[in-house]
């Protein structure tokens, strides 16, 4: 929404004023705010952790599908990037084959990229080749007596490249992990809040069908301000709390914190910024397709709104 967007710093400000405390206490904005992002997704996604940052919201994530399914495996694709604690590094090829390597309970699934990936264009179907890489990765991982809590992956795969997955490939592949006895977690951190245009959230683009089991979410949430969410299903919850072991963040859904979200949703809704970012996004977009036609060096153009990628090669 722009940086110091003045209704967003009017409600930090406001909030300010009239309580900072932490989330032990009871507090409207917290419920308010739930209540107003559980009606940007799909029903079934309606108990919301909220936290500081992405990577704290990947780092529950885990924890919520590995004590859900009583598993610990977890599915990645190729080059992503998914925070800075020692977990989310641990499924992080992007970071960790500079570090440690692979820990035994991480597979890494190819990229369903259809301009440089396994299979392109002009396979008959990427769609069920790519799924079928991560329905071979978790028949591997069961001889060897592993069993599969969550495939992770961004609804857009930044880091690893700016990829657009082609529409059916999350529901192929959810179809793999459920079956294995897995969650599907889509990582919105990145992607998230109307910035694909056509969407408010990037995994609705792969159809109306489809819906995560965990969505997480940072970075726009609270436009420069420290908020993460998780978002997720009433069974997967209740199995976390059946451990006793309640989550407890002090600052996650503190007042000033949601005061901001609720802000940001208000800008997105009354500044049309979704629709925005659909006629901001093709416009560059149609720019860059006239410069491809120039230049031999650009390769490939793609994306959805203001996720854009341009790829170049020699």
């Known amino acids: 929404v722009g940086h110091c967007h003045p209704d967003i710093v009017k409600a930090a400000h406001v909030q300010n004023q009239l309580l900072n405390t932490n989330s032990r206490y009871l507090h409207d904005n917290l419920v308010d705010y739930a209540e107003r992002l559980s009606k940007t997704l799909p029903e079934k996604l309606c108990i919301f952790y909220f936290l500081n940052s992405g990577s704290e919201a990947n780092d529950l994530a885990l924890r919520l599908a590995r004590q859900y399914t009583k598993h610990e495996d977890v599915i990645v694709l190729d080059h992503a990037y998914h ?37 392109r264009e002009d396979h008959e179907d990427s769609v069920t080749a790519y799924a079928n890489e991560v329905k071979n990765i978790i028949e591997e991982a069961h001889k060897r007596g592993r069993k599969i809590a969550a495939f992770i992956v961004e609804s857009l795969p930044s880091v690893g490249g700016q990829i657009i997955p082609p529409a059916g490939y999350f529901q192929k592949v959810a179809e793999h992990v459920h079956e294995a006895g897995g969650v599907f977690i889509a990582d919105e951190i990145q992607v998230g809040f109307g910035r694909v245009g056509k969407h408010f959230w990037a995994f609705q683009l792969q159809g109306e069908d489809f819906v995560p089991d ?57 500044e ?29 153009v793609r994306g959805s709104g203001l996720f854009i990628g341009v790829d170049l090669i020699k």
């Open 83 to 119: 925070g800075h604690l020692t977990t989310l590094i641990d499924i992080s090829p992007y970071k960790f084959r500079n570090l440690e390597g692979q820990k035994e309970w991480v597979h890494v699934a190819p990229v369903p990229d259809t301009y440089r990936g396994l299979y």
């Open 214 to 270: 965990i969505v997480t979410m940072g970075k726009p949430i609270g436009n420069g301000h420290p908020i993460a969410c998780v978002a997720t299903t009433k069974e997967i919850a209740e199995a976390f709390a059946a451990t006793g072991v309640e989550y407890f963040n002090t600052f996650g859904g503190n007042p000033v914190s949601c005061a901001i979200g609720l802000a940001v949703l208000d800008v997105i809704e009354k």
């Open 272 to 300: 049309h910024l979704q629709a925005h970012a659909t006629e901001v996004g093709n416009f560059l977009m149609k720019l860059l397709n006239k410069q491809k036609i120039k230049h031999p060096i650009i390769g490939d």
